[in-house]
């Protein structure tokens, strides 16, 4: 049967700026560059990003995935032990280095950067509040920045609202990068409402990218029928993106891993379809998903886009003399 006869029209809105951020194409490039330059294996510890396909696609390259340092067994000391992009507690590269391993630290620069504020708000004297998910390694990483009971953890506004500080005149917040901006915006709120002396971090810490995705999204998805978001379920920005979706108009949204786990049944008919990506989701993704409609659909891609991103982070000093060519990156960026 010819699976292009009488194919219903679709239109799809496909998102600018979507999928890999700075910080994770630079995460993943430190991981290949570390294999090309040291030879397999090369130790992870966590996910380098929430990304299966990712994550599969460097353990065949040679890279080993643990959980914690005490994995790496004692012949592969020597090989590199890569820490993922979203951040460390300060006990893990104490750690390593008590193991005498040799680690490479991808966490993103911009997590960085708020691991840095939080630790400015604590030598000012501030009580930290960190605006997150918990059990999120990006939240584990920054709370690990600061001694133990200097940091108190806010999720949603009944959080902020229940929140009994020791000392409600000398607090300072920060936010995990990923969040929602409008989500956020209410618990920030409420915390100012109640605390009025809260100091704001000096810069925003939800970063440029997370705005980036949210922002288009929420431009593309009213009159949307359908809205897919390619991400993991672990992903916290690629779930806020499907929230946003919603929120702003689009009839169903639904976070999409690959195009196999599409059931088309449940899709149904559909007219105008909206296509993002998490920023740890590969573009070869996208092309994927995209293909997949087609052959049942005859599409037309609009492209939605609401800024242009050029951030580039450098890779790791013992790393920038190893080239990278296109072909190295060919199986995430298509």
């Known amino acids: 049967m010819n699976m292009h006869v009488n194919r219903p029209p679709l239109t799809i809105r496909l998102c600018g700026p979507r999928g890999f951020c700075a910080g994770v194409d630079r995460a993943i490039q430190i991981v290949v560059l570390a294999l090309k330059a040291y030879g397999a294996p090369v130790y992870v510890r966590h996910e380098i990003v929430h990304n299966r396909y990712v994550v599969e696609g460097l353990e065949a390259k040679g890279a080993i995935f643990v959980e914690e340092l005490n994995e790496i067994p004692e012949e592969h000391r020597a090989q590199p032990v890569v820490f993922s992009a979203h951040g460390v507690p300060k006990s893990v590269p104490e750690d390593a280095q008590s193991r005498n391993l040799f680690y490479l630290d991808a966490t993103c620069p911009l997590v960085s950067k708020v691991h840095k504020q939080a630790m400015r ?95 288009a999204v929420k431009q593309a998805a009213p009159g949307c029928d359908l809205f897919i978001v390619v991400g ?25 891993q690959r195009a196999a786990e599409i059931d088309w049944a449940e899709i149904g008919e559909i007219g105008t379809l909206g296509i993002s990506a998490g920023a740890s989701a590969p573009e070869v993704i996208v092309d994927e998903i995209i293909e997949a409609f087609r052959e049942r659909f005859d599409a037309k891609v609009e492209l939605a886009i609401t800024a242009e991103e ?25």
């Open 310 to 334: 050029n951030e580039h982070f450098l890779v790791n000093r013992e790393l920038r003399d190893v080239e990278l060519t296109r072909e190295d990156m060919a199986w995430v960026n298509g």
């Open 121 to 215: 708000h604590q030598r000012l004297g501030r009580h930290v509040i960190l605006i997150g998910h918990a059990g999120h390694p990006e939240v584990i990483g920054t709370m690990g920045q600061l001694p133990e009971g200097t940091v108190s953890l806010i999720d949603t506004i009944a959080d902020a609202e229940s929140y009994q500080p020791l000392d409600p005149d000398n607090l300072g917040y920060v936010t995990q990068t990923t969040l929602s901006v409008d989500d956020t915006a209410g618990v920030i709120a409420k915390l100012q409402e109640r605390f009025p002396n809260l100091t704001a971090p000096s810069a925003d810490s939800i970063c440029y990218a997370t705005t980036n995705r949210q922002e």
């Open 232 to 256: 993991a379920p672990n992903s916290s920005n690629s779930k806020r993106l499907v929230e946003v979706a919603l929120r702003a108009g689009a009839t169903r949204s639904l976070l999409v």
